[in-house]
T-cell receptor, first 114, second 117 residues
Framework: DSGVTQTPKHLITATGQRVTLRCSPR?????VYWYQQSLDQGLQFLIQ???????AKGNILERFSAQQFPDLHSELNLSSLELGDSALYFC?????????????FGPGTRLLVL | AQKITQTQPGMFVQEKEAVTLDCTYD???????LFWYKQPSSGEMIFLIY??????QNATEGRYSLNFQKARKSANLVISASQLGDSAMYFC??????????????FGQGTRLTINP
């Protein structure tokens, strides 16, 4: 158990809908990262937050947004869902950003868009 | 931009044998970090081992060791005395970003390792 929690574990929804994925980082970790794992794109970085502020952005679609709250939990919002958004979404966390800091991954949320 | 290449889509190994999973990387940064993660069929990503670019010695963690060859830009994972529970997908990843800044991970395509009894 990495200490990172993600809810829900599974999500089935329809095209055009909006969903929210939730992540609680390990105790004390200030950085939260979101990744998407799909069959065709592999594992891709979406976005990073550090202590409530956006720190880096990857190949995140405009239909997707995220935020990190004062208690450090984070939410990833996916809207106007398309079939191609079906994927495993991971949240990871790490402490202060420094050399060799490992990112610990949550169990993931498996999203299926029908 | 950083790039990770894992050339072995799948590997089959007999139980108790050692196995080497290949990883090559490309970066122009003098400072970088390399990671290996294991993803079992259940889906979670499990951190295995880390190697920093300035580390003088190869990293080891139990049965896992990292064969780091900087000049060749390779960071192969060695698993000694393989076990059935080692069957999983293995990902090599590199930290992309300055040490004090954003530190996203760039992943390779993965190698599916199957341990046969």
């Amino acid at each position: 158990d990495s200490g990172v929690t993600q809810t829900p574990k599974h999500l089935i929804t329809a095209t055009g809908q909006r969903v929210t994925l939730r992540c609680s980082p390990r105790s004390g970790d200030l950085s939260v990262y979101w990744y998407q794992q799909s069959l065709d794109q592999g594992l891709q970085f979406l976005i990073q937050y550090y202590n409530g502020e956006e720190r880096a952005k990857g190949n995140i679609l405009e239909r997707f947004s995220a935020q990190q709250f004062p208690d450090l939990h984070s939410e990833l919002n996916l809207s106007s869902l398309e079939l191609g958004d079906s994927a495993l979404y991971f949240c990871a966390s790490s402490p202060l950003v420094r050399e060799g800091e490992t990112q610990y991954f949550g169990p993931g949320t498996r999203l299926l868009v029908l | 931009a950083q790039k990770i290449t894992q050339t072995q889509p799948g590997m089959f190994v007999q139980e108790k044998e050692a196995v080497t999973l290949d990883c090559t990387y490309d970066t122009s940064d003098p400072s970088y970090g390399l990671f290996w993660y294991k993803q079992p069929s259940s889906g979670e990503m499990i951190f295995l081992i880390y190697q920093g670019s300035y580390d003088q010695q190869n990293a080891t963690e139990g049965r896992y060791s990292l064969n780091f060859q900087k000049a060749r830009k390779s960071a192969n994972l060695v698993i000694s005395a393989s076990q059935l529970g080692d069957s999983a997908m293995y990902f090599c990843a590199m930290r992309d970003g300055p040490i004090q800044g954003a530190q996203k991970l760039v992943f390779g395509q993965g190698t599916r390792l199957t341990i046969n009894p």
